[in-house]
């Protein structure tokens, strides 16, 4: 069994224990795929599930890691999973992640960012601003400290 997979049919299973809890999924795109066909489309039906529960989000981190002992920085290598969050979660509940210093073990951090901000700003600078920033307020519900941060907050 897949332990990053069965981890995605646990938070089905919670949320639908607890339909209001407010989730984000943390690290998609360095899930594990299942090798077998079978757990690979048990994955992607868990995936659209939590994909049409509007409380669900997907963070977008650590997008560049190992695959058989190799990081590829090329963009290419990671858009059908990366199109596929964007086909399940929209431009509305992704939210963009680092995760730094911890991304470090697998590649800089500038590799990392280059590759996402290539990825989302092929989508808009609307939908790109969403996903590196406007998103997180709602996923968070994070509040503003200062005068400029209530000025971005108001506009989203």
């Known amino acids: 069994a897949n332990p990053d997979a069965a981890l995605i049919a646990a938070v089905v299973r ?3 224990l ?19 066909l ?3 489309k048990e994955l992607q039906a868990n ?15 650590e997008v560049l890691h190992p695959v ?7 963009p290419n290598s990671y858009l059908p999973f990366l199109d596929e969050l964007w086909a399940i979660f929209g ?12 991304s470090d073990h697998s590649a800089p951090f500038r590799d990392e ?9 092929k989508k808009g600078r609307a939908a790109a601003e969403k996903v590196f920033w406007k ?9 503003p400290r200062d005068a400029r941060q209530r000025e971005l907050h108001t506009a989203v």
């Open 14 to 16: 919670l949320t639908d």
């Open 18 to 36: 607890v339909p209001s809890l407010r989730v984000v999924i943390d690290h998609l795109p360095e899930l594990e795929q299942p090798t077998d």
């Open 38 to 40: 079978q757990g690979r």
């Open 47 to 61: 995936l659209r599930e939590l994909g049409a529960r509007p409380q669900v989000y997907a963070k977008v981190s």
């Open 68 to 74: 058989n002992g190799r990081v590829r920085t090329d």
């Open 91 to 102: 431009e509305d509940r992704l939210v963009y992640g680092s995760d730094w210093p911890n």
């Open 113 to 121: 960012l280059r590759v996402v901000r290539q990825y989302f700003s």
């Open 135 to 143: 998103n997180s307020i709602a996923a968070y519900r994070w509040a």
